[in-house]
């Protein structure tokens, strides 16, 4: 299984960027998918997640200004994101939780794409 990030760019203060990350292989089913980010010198942080069934979980520092969503016949999962800080500044890596049958599951992560903000 694979998984390909795009979207990533350099945006000033207050603009918008779409992240995109379609999981390609050998999928039975795609369970929970979200996006987590590092900034220089931090951890990893959750930023979103969404569930298969449409449920959305999101940090305190993104609700109301990002949107996840999810495309279950394209395994493709999206980050909207808008009025951007600088402090959102940092590599975005998708994530998602992958079956492989009925009786296997595991996790996968993306590439990373940076995510540069301007003020």
């Known amino acids: 299984v694979q998984l390909q990030a795009s979207g990533g760019g350099l945006v000033q203060a207050g603009g918008s960027l779409r992240l995109s990350c379609a999981a390609s292989?050998?999928?039975?089913?795609?369970?929970?998918m979200g996006w987590f980010r590092q900034a220089p010198g931090k951890e990893r942080d959750l930023v979103a997640t969404i569930t298969d069934g449409g449920r959305t979980n999101y940090a305190d520092s993104v609700e109301g200004r990002f949107t996840i969503s999810r495309d279950n016949a394209d395994n493709t999962v999206y980050l909207q994101m808008n009025s951007l800080k600088p402090e959102d500044t940092a590599v975005y890596y998708c994530?998602?939780?992958?079956?492989?049958?009925?009786?296997?599951?595991?996790?996968?992560w993306g590439q990373g794409t940076l995510v540069t903000v301007s003020s």
């Open positions: 292989g050998s999928i039975f089913r795609i369970n929970d």
């Open positions: 994530y998602s939780q992958i079956s492989h049958n009925r009786w296997y599951r595991r996790d996968y």
